[in-house]
Nanobody
Framework: QVQVAESGGGLVQPGGSLRLSCAAS??????MGWYRQAPGKERELVAL???????EYADSVKGRFTISGETPKKTIDLQMTSLKPEDTAVYYC??????????WGKGTLVTVSS
């Protein structure tokens, strides 16, 4: 079993920055990533990092968001800069075990507003 916890959400003005953190415990993980869900929209990938170090970003956040961390350490961060109102969402950390099981955190709210 894997437990996942996010932290770091909050209110920030457009153009500002925010850093999210995710910590997991339990089984060894193959992939850790950040997803977000805005009101009335489906949950979408923001960024992920695999055990081999490869990283993927959604096109909408490339150049503005940076994911860091290592799956063996079971911690990842998401540094978000140049935030826009459309980045407002609940951000979730998702962890995938080597057995293919997915584990989600409860989410942390990010609000970008003046």
């Amino acid at each position: 079993q894997v437990q996942v916890a996010e932290s770091g959400g909050g209110l920030v003005q457009p153009g500002g920055s925010l850093r999210l953190s995710c910590a997991a415990s339990g089984n060894i993980l193959s992939v850790m990533g950040w997803y977000r869900q805005a009101p009335g929209k489906e949950r979408e990938l923001v960024a992920l990092i695999r055990s081999d170090g490869t990283i993927e970003y959604a096109d909408s956040v490339k150049g503005r968001f940076t994911i860091s961390g290592e799956t063996p350490k079971k911690t990842i961060d998401l540094q978000m800069t140049s935030l826009k109102p459309e980045d407002t969402a609940v951000y979730y950390c998702k962890c995938t075990s080597w057995g293919g099981k997915h584990y989600w955190g409860k989410g942390t709210l990010v609000t970008v507003s003046s």
